[in-house]
T-cell receptor
Framework: GAGVSQSPSNKVTEKGKDVELRCDPI?????LYWYRQSLGQGLEFLIY????????KSGLPSDRFSAERTGGSVSTLTIQRTQQEDSAVYLC?????????????FGPGTRLTVL | AQSVTQLGSHVSVSEGALVLLRCNYS??????LFWYVQYPNQGLQLLLK??????LVKGINGFEAEFKKSETSFHLTKPSAHMSDAAEYFC??????????FGTGTRLTVIP
């Protein structure tokens, strides 16, 4: 079946602009995660959604970052007033349930470049 | 809190040689451990995971890993490297948190 998809695959923006990154999880997966992959820093957790529960926003680096998940499916990560340090690959993952042993399936990522 | 340390950001092996990628974890609760592989311009793909059932875990593409609680390790091995194994490998831990905690990755190069 279809995996996790993300769009756009690449995004180049100017400092100060807002960007929106989209994630389509695997159909039927109730848990959705956003991670950021920066050069030399590995992957860091940003935000997590589970069903209709309030999201876990503990990983968001600043209030310029926000995310929503509509209808328990598609998610959008928004970065306002982008800064050069926001340049990274943003990865989305989904899992069938919120169980610690469930596999997280990752999308191909969106590469964000802030000039 | 959980964390993972991957020793060696770059590892090179000859084709046909043993692959050993090291991962040590820190966790205040019994951990669940994962190895993911990332090929260029692709997302992460699960190789294998430890979920407390068996300490020796076999995964895809001939990889396996052994959970050693006394050493807080979860090293990844493959008896014979193939050219197609060249990629970046990430170890991750989860335990009591909503998310995975990843190491900084090890880039594996396979020399023909």
């Amino acid at each position: 079946g279809a995996g996790v998809s993300q769009s756009p695959s690449n995004k180049v923006t100017e400092k100060g602009k807002d960007v929106e990154l989209r994630c389509d999880p695997i159909s039927g997966h109730t848990a959705l995660y956003w991670y950021r992959q920066s050069l030399g820093q590995g992957l860091e957790f940003l935000i997590y959604f589970q069903g209709n529960s309030a999201p876990d926003k503990s990983g968001l680096p600043s209030d310029r970052f926000s995310a929503e998940r509509t209808g328990g499916s598609v998610s959008t990560l928004t970065i306002q007033r982008t800064q050069q340090e926001d340049s990274a690959v943003y990865l989305c993952a989904s899992s069938l349930r919120f169980v610690e042993t469930d596999t997280q399936y990752f999308g191909p990522g969106t590469r964000l470049t802030v000039l | 809190a959980q964390s993972v340390t991957q020793l060696g950001s770059h590892v090179s092996v000859s084709e046909g040689a043993l692959v050993l990628l090291r991962c040590n974890y820190s966790s205040s609760v019994p951990p669940y451990l994962f190895w993911y592989v990332q090929y260029p311009n692709q997302g992460l793909q699960l190789l294998l995971k430890y979920t407390s059932a068996a300490t020796l875990v076999k995964g895809i593409n001939g990889f396996e890993a052994e959970f050693k609680k006394s050493e807080t390790s979860f090293h990844l091995t493959k008896p014979s490297a193939h050219m197609s194994d060249a990629a970046e490998y990430f170890c991750a831990v989860r335990g009591g948190e909503n998310n995975l905690f990843f190491g900084t990755g090890t880039r594996l190069t396979v020399i023909p």
